[in-house]
């Protein structure tokens, strides 16, 4: 059974940084598409970034510039980097990912407006105050 755990959400101060993880158990196989997504109370779910087995990444307008995802594929983990954090980046994050393979190189990236990733982690929730 394939497990995603998240870890490394906290407060911090707005201008802060804070560094996310999120490790796969269960499945030796690296995912072929990976993400963040976050949530705020009373807000639907959104999409952050999305990386693909190529390295192909994509973010959210308002994050870019300021977050990294990334990826060891060796350790199985992703990561998602974040920098110069604002009180609107307050949310319980969410890394998701998927095995299925596709030739469209923007599979990946149209993930992240879709959301439709087959596994999900925990979440961590992540609170920028001003």
């Known amino acids: 059974q394939v497990q995603l755990v998240e870890s490394g959400g906290g407060s911090v101060q707005a201008g802060g940084s804070l560094r996310l993880s999120c490790a796969t158990f269960?499945?030796?196989?690296?995912?072929?598409?990976m993400g963040w997504f976050r949530q705020a109370p009373g807000k639907e779910r959104e999409g952050v970034a999305t990386i693909d087995n190529d390295g192909r990444t994509t973010y959210k307008d308002s994050v870019k510039g300021r977050f990294t995802i990334s990826r060891d594929n060796t350790k199985n983990t992703l990561y998602l980097q974040m920098n110069s954090l604002k009180p609107e980046d307050s949310a319980m994050y969410y890394c998701?990912?998927?095995?299925?393979?596709?030739?469209?190189?923007?599979?990946?990236?149209?993930?992240?407006?879709?959301?439709?990733?087959?596994?999900w982690g925990q979440g961590t929730q992540v609170t920028v105050s001003s």
């Open positions: 269960g499945y030796t196989s690296s995912m072929n598409c």
């Open positions: 998701a990912g998927d095995y299925r393979f596709s030739w469209n190189p923007i599979w990946c990236a149209d993930r992240r407006s879709r959301g439709d990733l087959d596994y």
